[in-house]
């Protein structure tokens, strides 16, 4: 018998079978380079029979065989290809080998009913060594797959919706459990009573194999217990797949528990900073309400009375008899209350862009304010779109959300170049909502990170909300969002 190497280079005699006195000649020829007979391999290669009653019949072109034959001692010849499932690159008629009879006494001629008995042979040994292939091709893939299943460093689980059929080492030392204990129980009811999320583990679990099975890849993270109450976080990807006729589950389990260590102390920093950041907001807001209260009150009650007095100094003047002196006198006077007049502006100024003082009587008023002032030094148009009511807000959410609008509307006057402008302000489910759109030229994507618009976004996440930011065609739009109980209102 013969069979092709896996490469198809060489043929090599597989099987032989010989009486005792004929010599092996297996042992003398172990193989046979492709392409060294041509006119036995061209034949074989179509299917056909390659029939050598005598050497005499062997065609020029058979030089190489003929003087193997007669080296040999072989006088007739015969091949029959074997046909099977994996045929050789170059066969047309799925030829994987053949069978050869020699004869070393005799010419033979052979007819055609041995020829009929010899092509059945074949086919019977093509047979046997096809299932003798896939056996070991078989036997080879399961070796690949348990080397799999069981070096990999996730754990793996083969289920049905009732029991485990199979979980590798890792799956065991993952979940601290036996194979016993694993086809007692579904690794779902290893969890506790509820997801981080708030759900029943039982019933989550139940809808994520469920849609597994419906041909849905699921992916997600878990909470599983270990015997000992210990827990760890999992990422799970499940998917499904038939075995005969029974629909399965691999589920491949990775441990998280590190990465979600992390990520929680993580966010617990970040809470601990955005606690500091609005500690030191509210400080801040409170040092500049100090401030401006007191410029208010105290510097602009000395500057009244200074103008009272100079008012008063100018009316006693007046009434000196006219001479340069008195001149001199009213001159200084009437400068000296144009210069309180002008200190009086700039500490008015100064107290505003400390503290609105129209803050004190609520935001929408304070946002008004703004608005207006903004629109005459920049000849915008800009348009309102507040409630009916003042939102019920504390003086620390009001001035924090006024800071979010006030930087919204600096930064569109310095660096928009916009025409049109509006300011929106919404209850909506829940949520309070302040829009601020313009028609500008956009924010460039470097600049998304400046410190401005980071404090924008500080200011609002202090608040349990959130700012996004997004380039319209043309302009931007800024919302900001935070929880509002409407019932306090």
Not at 51 to 58: C, G, K, R
Not at 127 to 156: C, H, M, P, T, W
Not at 195 to 202: A, C, K, N, T, V
Request: net charge neutral.
């Amino acid at each position: 018998m013969l069979q092709p190497s896996e490469d198809a280079k060489v043929w090599i005699p597989s099987f032989s079978w010989r009486a005792p006195e004929v010599i092996d000649l297996t042992a003398k020829y172990p193989y046979f380079p492709a392409g060294e007979f041509p006119w036995i391999e061209d034949k074989l290669m179509n299917g056909s029979v390659a029939v050598v009653n005598s050497l005499s019949e062997l065609p020029p072109d058979a030089a190489n065989l003929r003087a193997m034959y007669e080296a040999g001692g072989i006088k007739s010849a015969i091949y029959v290809p074997m046909r099977g499932p994996v045929a050789l690159p170059l066969s047309s008629a799925g030829v994987t080998g053949a069978i050869g009879i020699f004869s070393l006494n005799k010419e033979l001629r052979w007819s055609d009913e041995t020829i009929g008995w010899l092509r059945v042979l074949s086919q019977a040994f093509a047979n046997v060594l096809d299932r003798r292939k896939a056996g070991e091709r078989l036997k080879e893939s399961e070796l690949r797959y348990r080397a799999l299943f069981e070096l990999v460093q996730d754990a793996i689980l083969i289920n049905t919706r009732e029991e485990v059929i199979d979980v590798n080492p890792r799956g065991l030392e993952l979940y601290g459990r036996t194979r016993e204990q694993f086809a007692d129980r579904l690794p779902r009811n290893w969890s506790p009573t509820f997801q981080p999320d708030g759900q029943l583990s039982s019933e989550k679990g139940h809808n994520y194999v469920e849609a597994a099975l419906a041909g849905h890849p699921q992916r997600f993270e878990w909470v599983h217990q270990r015997p000992d109450g210990s827990q760890f976080d999992a990422d799970i990807i499940m998917n499904s797949f038939t075995l005969g006729k029974k629909p399965l589950i691999m589920a491949i389990v990775r441990d998280i528990t590190e990465r979600k260590s992390a990520e929680r102390l993580l966010e617990h920093f970040r809470a601990e900073l955005r606690e500091l950041y609005a500690r030191l907001n509210t400080l801040r807001e409170d040092e500049r309400k100090k401030v401006a209260q007191e410029i208010h009150d105290h510097a602009g009650q000395l500057i009244t009375a200074l103008k009272f007095d100079i008012s008063s100094a100018g009316h006693n003047a007046g009434s000196f008899p006219e001479s340069e002196a008195k001149r001199v006198v009213l001159a200084k006077l009437a400068s000296a209350q144009q210069f309180l007049h002008e200190v009086h502006v700039a500490l008015v100024k100064i107290a505003t862009s400390l503290r609105s003082a129209a803050l004190n009587s609520g935001l929408m008023l304070a946002i008004k304010t703004e608005a207006v002032a903004f629109a005459e030094g920049t000849g915008w148009s800009c348009r309102l779109d507040l409630p009916e009511h003042e939102p019920a807000l504390s003086d620390h959410a009001a001035t924090l959300l006024f800071r979010i609008f006030q930087e919204s509307i600096t930064n569109i006057a310095r660096h928009a170049d916009a025409t049109q402008v509006l300011i929106k302000l919404t209850v909506d489910a829940g949520r309070l909502v302040l829009l601020i759109e313009d028609n500008g030229r956009g924010i460039p994507p470097g600049k998304l990170g400046s410190l401005g618009l980071l404090g924008m976004q500080e200011r609002a996440e202090s608040l349990g909300g959130r700012l996004t930011i997004a380039n319209r065609k043309p302009g931007t739009s800024v919302t900001a969002s935070i929880p509002y109980d409407e019932k306090k209102t």
